[in-house]
């Protein structure tokens, strides 16, 4: 299974919006992320054929076991990177917004040497 960038936001947002609500659906997601249903739709079908996520008969989706793997993998990156650019003087809104950006390139040896240097 190979994931891409956009497909560790779709599962990022999923365990975000799961741990804050509960459930998730689609358009939950659609809204998070401000894309279309279709194209949410088309990710969700995408991610369901990868292992990534199982939707319900009423619409819920769920992440697998290798689905909330990679989410948390992907929500620790983040957490980890935006408060290392805190501490390194950025604004939490710029640190938000940059981690986002890095996370999904970062190398996990470069990743786990910026979380060891700031003790995260």
């Given at each position: 299974m190979v994931t891409n960038e956009s497909q560790e936001m779709y599962l990022e947002t999923i365990l975000k919006i799961q741990k804050r609500?509960?459930?998730v659906r689609s358009i939950e997601i659609a809204e998070e992320l401000g894309?279309?249903?279709p194209?949410?739709?088309?990710?969700?079908?995408i991610m369901k054929k990868d292992g990534f996520i199982v939707?319900?008969?009423?619409?819920?989706i769920e992440l697998t076991e290798t689905g909330r793997e990679k989410a948390e993998n992907i929500l620790d990156r983040h957490k980890?990177?935006?408060?290392?650019?805190?501490?390194m003087g950025l604004t939490p809104e710029a640190a938000e917004d940059n981690a986002c950006r890095v996370e999904h390139v970062l190398t996990e040896?470069?990743?786990e040497t910026i979380k060891k240097y700031f003790g995260e």
């Amino acid at each position: 299974m190979v994931t891409n960038e956009s497909q560790e936001m779709y599962l990022e947002t999923i365990l975000k919006i799961q741990k804050r609500k509960g459930s998730v659906r689609s358009i939950e997601i659609a809204e998070e992320l401000g894309y279309s249903k279709p194209s949410v739709s088309r990710a969700v079908g995408i991610m369901k054929k990868d292992g990534f996520i199982v939707v319900k008969s009423d619409g819920i989706i769920e992440l697998t076991e290798t689905g909330r793997e990679k989410a948390e993998n992907i929500l620790d990156r983040h957490k980890c990177l935006t408060n290392a650019l805190v501490k390194m003087g950025l604004t939490p809104e710029a640190a938000e917004d940059n981690a986002c950006r890095v996370e999904h390139v970062l190398t996990e040896e470069a990743f786990e040497t910026i979380k060891k240097y700031f003790g995260e």
